[in-house]
């Protein structure tokens, strides 16, 4: 079955440093996005990507945050000063076009900011 | 602004005994979803359900929505060990719109 794959699985970054998690969405897929989740606590979307551009984005979803679809197949997520409130599991999913299709997660990017 | 709620947030069962999580959110949709999470895991689906009246059901487990009363209810028969995790229902109002999620229930099946 087809899987949405992230990299790295686990990554340590002083704050104030810029880190880029990165996302391999399944080939078909249209709509890409990113959510956190702060350690214990709900899934928080951040933003969702569709024809190269952002199409929806949250109030967590700041000037510090970025995406981009650099080569067709990455998408990728860059925090430019991570702040410790950044630390979180984060997580890349993707879906098709058409209403019968929910969302794939990716297996999350796990981020601590020390 | 769509809300999701889920309760109860805490449930502990015996193995055996049947049990539901309710999932109500705030603004009128017919796409519902039901994940499940083990910890430090990522987010596996386990229903969609994109209907008034929609059931759906794999193995212990069936899940059904009225977007009606904006309520989906995902129902345990006879819980064994293995079904413990936290469960999450989430909500969105077009294809290629964010979900928004409840605050997931955490299950545990005790022996």
């Known amino acids: 079955e087809p899987e949405v794959t992230q990299t790295p699985s686990h990554q340590v970054t002083q704050m104030g440093q810029e880190v880029i998690l990165r996302c391999v969405p399944i080939?078909?897929?249209?709509?890409f996005y990113w959510y956190r989740q702060i350690l214990g606590q709900k899934v928080e979307f951040l933003v969702s990507f569709y024809n190269n551009e952002i199409s929806e984005k949250s109030e967590i979803f700041d000037d510090q945050f970025s995406v981009e679809r650099p080569d067709g197949s990455n998408f990728t997520l860059k925090i430019r000063s991570t702040k410790l409130e950044d630390s979180a599991m984060y997580f890349c999913?993707?879906?098709?076009?058409?209403?019968?299709?929910?969302?794939?997660f990716g297996s999350g990017t796990r981020l601590t900011v020390v | 602004e769509l809300k999701v709620e889920q309760n109860p947030l805490f449930l502990s069962m015996q193995e055996g005994k049947n049990y539901t999580i309710y999932c109500n959110y705030s603004t009128t949709s017919d796409r519902l979803y039901w994940y499940r999470q083990d910890p430090g895991k990522s987010l596996e689906s386990l229903f969609v359900?994109?209907?008034?009246?929609a059931v759906k059901q794999e193995g212990r487990l069936m899940a059904s929505l009225d977007t009606k009363a904006r309520l989906s209810t995902l129902h345990i028969t006879a819980a064994v060990h293995d079904l413990s995790a936290t469960y999450f229902c989430a909500v969105d109002i077009g294809v290629g719109n964010k979900l928004v999620f409840g605050a997931g229930t955490i299950l545990r099946v005790k022996s």
């Open positions: 999913a993707s879906s098709r076009q058409g209403a019968n299709y929910g969302y794939t």
């Open positions: 359900l994109l209907s008034n009246g």
């Open positions: 080939s078909n897929h249209l709509y």
